[in-house]
C-alpha cells in the first residue's frame, strides 16, 4: 500500500464512507449509524481492510446531500473520503468515479388510470415529475426533458418525492424501479412503468485530484466485480440489481 493512496483515502486515519440511504438498493439502515446494511457498506469494510484502517459511515438522506458535502471542511463531521454515487456528468467534474459496479434503472410512477402508459408519454407540454433533488434522475431528466416540468422535493429520498407526487396530484414519480416497486405493492392506486427512461450507472468515488487514491478504488471495484464480491452483498441485503460488466 502506497502512501499516496492511504493519504487520498484515508487522510485522517480512517476511510470516511458516505452513505445514500435514499437509495435502498445499496445502502439499509442498521441498528447504528455505523452498522449499515447493503452492498455500498461491505464494499467500504473491504477497502477499509486493504487499506487497513478504520471505517467511519457518514450518513445522507439522499445523493444531492452527498455531493453538497463534497467541499466541507476536513473536520466537518460530513467530510467524506468515498462515496457510492451514479456516474453523472454535474458529479464528473469533482468526483473521480470508478467504472460501475451495480445497474439499476430510472422509471416512472404514475397513478393506476393514469393515460400515461410508457416513458415516452411522460414528456408533454402540462405534464408535472416529482423528483428528489440532485438525484441522478434528477440531473439526467433536467438535460433531457423537452417539455415536462420538474417539482423537486425539499429533501432527497424517496419517500420525499413519493409524498410530493400523491400530495399534489402531479402526473408521475420518477425514481429508483425497486423502491417505487416497493412502495406500489402497498398502495393500489398506484402502478410502476414497465420500461425505463435511464440506466443509473452505481459507481465509487473520491475527490477529484487525488488520482492515487482514484486509481485504486477503480481498480478495487474491478476486483469486487470479478471475485463475486458485489452479487453476494446484493443477495444478502435482498436487493436484486444487476452487477455491471467489467470495464474495457
Request: hydrophobic share 45%; glycine share 8%; aromatic share 6%.
Amino acid at each position: 500500500m502506497s502512501a499516496d493512496v492511504l493519504k487520498d483515502l484515508a487522510p485522517t486515519g480512517k476511510l470516511r464512507a458516505a452513505m445514500n440511504y435514499g437509495n435502498g438498493v445499496l445502502v439499509q439502515r442498521g441498528t447504528t449509524d455505523q452498522d449499515p446494511k447493503g452492498v455500498a457498506p461491505d464494499l467500504a469494510r473491504e477497502l477499509g481492510k486493504r487499506l487497513n484502517v478504520p471505517v467511519t459511515f457518514v450518513g445522507f438522506d439522499g445523493a444531492g446531500a452527498v455531493f453538497d458535502a463534497l467541499n466541507v471542511p476536513s473536520d466537518d463531521p460530513k467530510a467524506w473520503d468515498v462515496a457510492f454515487l451514479a456516474i453523472e456528468p454535474v458529479r464528473a467534474a469533482e468526483i473521480a468515479f470508478t467504472a460501475p459496479y451495480v445497474l439499476i434503472e430510472g422509471t416512472y410512477m404514475v397513478m393506476k388510470d393514469s393515460p400515461l402508459k410508457t416513458v415516452g408519454d411522460v414528456d408533454r407540454p402540462g405534464h408535472r415529475i416529482s423528483v428528489g433533488p440532485k438525484s441522478a434522475y434528477d440531473l439526467f431528466l433536467t438535460r433531457t426533458l423537452k417539455h415536462a416540468e420538474l417539482v423537486r422535493a425539499d429533501v432527497g429520498g424517496g419517500e420525499a418525492m413519493v409524498q410530493l407526487f400523491l400530495k399534489h396530484n402531479l402526473d408521475a414519480a420518477a425514481g429508483v424501479r425497486q423502491p417505487l416497486e416497493a412502495y406500489a405493492k402497498t398502495d393500489p392506486n398506484v402502478r410502476v412503468m414497465n420500461d425505463r427512461f435511464m440506466e443509473i450507472r452505481q459507481a465509487m468515488g473520491t475527490h477529484q485530484g487525488r488520482d492515487a487514491g482514484a486509481a485504486y478504488i477503480k481498480a478495487f471495484v474491478e476486483e469486487m466485480k470479478a471475485a463475486g464480491f458485489v452479487a453476494d452483498a446484493l443477495a444478502r441485503s435482498g436487493q436484486k440489481a444487476t452487477v455491471a460488466p467489467a470495464e474495457e
